[in-house]
């Protein structure tokens, strides 16, 4: 008899553990359905904002209505537009450049051509006396034409001066390290030839350049882990660099 009751003892842990097996699966398996869920909805989400206004066009907006309505074109020319895409948008000139009049219409994520369709809205339309282009490591992939997005670079540069805005040429950023995960594409030449561009742009028609890439940069040309917040941001004291570059040139 005692045999017996240990014997439904074990059987009744079993099914007991087995049970729990199970539900903790069940759990599991509802947990990653509703992660799979949140991720549909936010790509469902992106995909209707990129058909709806491919440039981000509508982000600032009402921001800039405001400041068309609230400032004189004298008091705009004063002004410096930030303009480009994530690392941009993470600049907070109030703490790195208080008082320099800088306005950030910088929209992560966004490709050259993103940017080159909102360029009239949030720059020439604003009418400020400088703009920052910056454009991003994270442009840079082997299946990037590199040609295309140097033109349309050097056409809103072109664009900026022709509408008396001085374009303040910035160079791109380095990656770390461990960005570079592409076979026999390295990202760091691709960005250290694409600077030269702009640097080449800036000596031909007296632009001015905010040398970002120079001044972060390692001696192989990688954006030091001190300086990251992941392959291709800045952490804190990277952006305390780039105001250290900016700041000057706005004096």
């Known amino acids: 008899m005692k045999n017996f009751m240990v014997v ?9 553990l087995i049970g729990a097996y199970f539900i903790y699966k069940a759990l599991k398996l509802r947990g990653e359905i509703r992660q799979y869920q949140n991720y549909h909805a936010d790509l469902k989400a992106k995909y209707e904002s990129l058909k709806a206004d491919f440039g981000g066009i509508a982000v600032y907006k009402a921001e800039n ?3 068309l309505k609230e400032t004189s074109p004298e008091q705009r020319k004063k002004m410096t537009i930030l303009f480009g895409a994530s ?10 450049l208080p008082g320099k009049g800088l306005i950030n219409r910088g929209i992560g994520s966004q490709s050259d051509t993103q940017l080159l369709a909102r360029f009239s809205p949030d720059v ?11 454009f991003c490591s994270g442009n840079f992939t082997p299946k ?22 001085k374009p303040i040429l910035a160079t791109v950023l380095p990656a770390t390290k461990s960005a570079e995960e592409y076979p026999d ?31 972060l940069s390692d001696k192989d040309g990688y954006l030091p882990d001190s300086l990251a917040r992941d392959s291709i ?12 570059v900016l700041g000057p040139i706005l004096d």
């Open 8 to 16: 439904i003892l074990i059987l009744s842990l079993a099914g007991n």
């Open 65 to 67: 209505e405001r400041l």
């Open 87 to 96: 690392i941009t948008k993470g600049f907070d000139a109030e703490k790195y």
């Open 124 to 134: 020439l339309r604003l009418e400020p006396g400088n703009v920052v282009l910056k």
């Open 144 to 165: 990037a034409d590199i040609q295309a997005i140097w033109d349309e670079y050097e056409l809103m540069a072109m664009e900026a001066a022709g509408h008396n805005i």
């Open 185 to 215: 594409y390295s990202i760091a030449a691709q960005v250290k030839d694409f600077n030269s561009r702009v640097r080449e742009l800036g000596a031909k028609h007296g632009f001015i350049i905010a040398d970002y890439y120079e001044a």
């Open 233 to 244: 941001h800045p952490n804190e004291k990277g952006y305390a660099i780039m105001a250290n």
